[in-house]
């Protein structure tokens, strides 16, 4: 479900100090991202920019599943049909949230 090397790689890449605040925010952009996806159901283009973000994000954090989710509602927005399970796609974005925040802090425990 997590990708712990890409989660340690961006840790790295900025800096222990500042993973914390980056992952923050992207965390909530995720989220305010995910409650516009109702709106763009009838719409290829913004579902697909929509997907596009999401999925880089998820990617940065190391959410597999979210990653790949996102991956395939973009191709197929792209190709001009709406696939994406919005439920699903939350769901198991909160899956993610809680196995990414508990493993982060065994993981990485100062």
Known sequence: MIDWIRVAELRDEIGPE???E???LFLLEVEDTLSRLPGAMN???QMQE???FLKGSALNLGFCDVTD???QGESDAAAGRLTVDIHRLKDLYV???AVFEAGY???FAA
Do not use: G, I, N
Request: with cysteine; glycine share 0%.
């Open 18 to 20: 500042d993973f914390e």
């Open 22 to 24: 980056v992952a923050e």
């Open 43 to 45: 719409d290829t283009a």
């Open 50 to 52: 929509y997907m596009h």
């Open 69 to 71: 989710l996102c991956s």
């Open 95 to 97: 899956q993610s949230r």
């Open 105 to 107: 802090a065994k993981r």
